[in-house]
């Protein structure tokens, strides 16, 4: 994983959407073909706007393999579509304790306090997932519009 991290970090490397899809699979992997399962249908289940059944279906994964940061990112975005920022963000924290550079955790934990109005705590989470992966396009365009905002240049 280290070399992976070490290829996306490089904003030089032309081989950084390849370890970002590296890396991506392998924290999708749980060494548990339930738990691989539940995470599936949870995300299935969020695909198809069934919030409710996103929600169970992750907090059955997050019950049985509290140390799978992924089922927390994943339930935070059933949270999140839910309305739920409390429990998303909560969850995001536990998903960032068990994988520091959980990139997508902190994009998505910037986004979240940017829509509850806590800018300045979303520009830090946006910059440290820049830190892990200088390539999210999300990530830069929000730093882009809070600094913007910020200097009160924003239009």
């Known amino acids: ?22 890396i991506l699979r392998e924290w999708s992997r749980s060494g548990s073909p339930a738990m691989d399962l539940l995470l599936k249908r949870g995300e299935d289940a969020l695909d198809r706007g069934d919030i409710p059944a996103a929600i169970g279906h992750l907090t059955a994964l997050t019950d049985h393999a509290p140390d799978f940061a992924a ?11 839910a309305g739920q920022y409390g ?11 068990l994988e520091p550079r959980q990139f997508a955790a902190l994009t998505q934990l ?4 940017e829509e509850i109005g ?11 997932s820049l830190k892990i992966h200088p390539h999210q396009q999300e990530a830069i365009d ?7 905002a910020q200097t009160g240049t924003d239009i």
Do not use: C, K
């Open 1 to 22: 994983m280290e070399a992976l991290f070490s290829r996306l970090a490089d904003p030089d490397s032309e081989s950084w959407r390849l370890a970002e899809s590296d």
């Open 118 to 128: 806590e800018d300045e705590r979303a520009l830090q989470a946006y910059r440290a």
């Open 87 to 97: 429990p998303a963000i909560a969850d995001l924290a536990r998903a960032l304790e």
């Open 71 to 81: 089922g927390f990112q994943m339930r935070a975005s059933a949270y999140a579509a």
């Open 142 to 148: 929000a730093v882009a519009r809070l600094e913007r």
């Open 110 to 113: 910037g986004g979240m306090l």
